[in-house]
């Protein structure tokens, strides 16, 4: 059995595609279009959950954007977060000081995704992205892969 210690640490990622603006240094989230913003506000968001609902986060978490599952970007159906942690040779990454992090990747799924993952687990959605070519490069208007 792994240790609990080895579950204490987490970073959250994007893949974001080489198109994506994230803003000049120096801008304020209100200088940034929402169409750039939202994998920050989103990064924020789950960084901060943990915390704010004392609870944790761990690969195959879901969450949607709201009770309703609304678009993070309009004509976009990705209205729901997957947690997904990388591969084993990538996390745990080990610090110099021999701390474990894991590292989960934010991808951004559409409501019949997550009620899929819901109903069938996570490995069964994974295998759908597989079967379906999903890059971890986020695409907000890729089709459902259910």
């Given at each position: 059995?792994?240790?609990?210690d080895?579950?204490?640490?987490?970073?959250?990622?994007?893949?974001?595609?080489s198109?994506w603006?994230?803003?000049e240094?120096?801008?304020t989230?209100?200088?940034?279009?929402?169409?750039?913003?939202?994998a920050?506000q989103?990064?924020k968001f789950?960084?901060?959950?943990p915390?704010?609902?004392?609870?944790w986060?761990?690969?195959?978490?879901t969450i949607?954007?709201?009770?309703?599952?609304?678009?993070?970007l309009?004509g976009s159906?990705?209205?729901?977060?997957?947690?997904?942690?990388?591969?084993?040779?990538?996390?745990p990454?080990?610090?110099?000081?021999?701390t474990k992090?894991?590292?989960f990747?934010v991808?951004?799924?559409t409501?019949a995704e997550?009620?899929?993952?819901l109903?069938?687990?996570?490995?069964?959605?994974v295998?759908?992205?597989?079967e379906?070519?999903?890059?971890m490069?986020i695409?907000?208007?890729?089709?459902?892969?259910?």
């Open positions: 059995m792994e240790n609990a080895d579950w204490k640490h987490a970073e959250l990622v994007m893949f974001m595609p198109s603006n994230p803003g240094v120096l801008d989230s209100s200088d940034i279009p929402h169409k750039d913003y939202w920050i989103t990064i789950f960084a901060r959950f915390h704010d609902y004392k609870t986060l761990c690969s195959g978490h949607p954007n709201g009770p309703n599952y609304e678009p993070f309009e159906e990705m209205g729901g977060i997957v947690l997904m942690e990388l591969d084993e040779k990538s996390s990454m080990v610090s110099e000081n021999g992090v894991r590292l990747a991808v951004p799924v409501r997550t009620e899929f993952k109903e069938h687990g996570m490995q069964a959605l295998e759908k992205f597989i379906n070519e999903v890059s490069t695409d907000m208007y890729r089709k459902s892969v259910v």
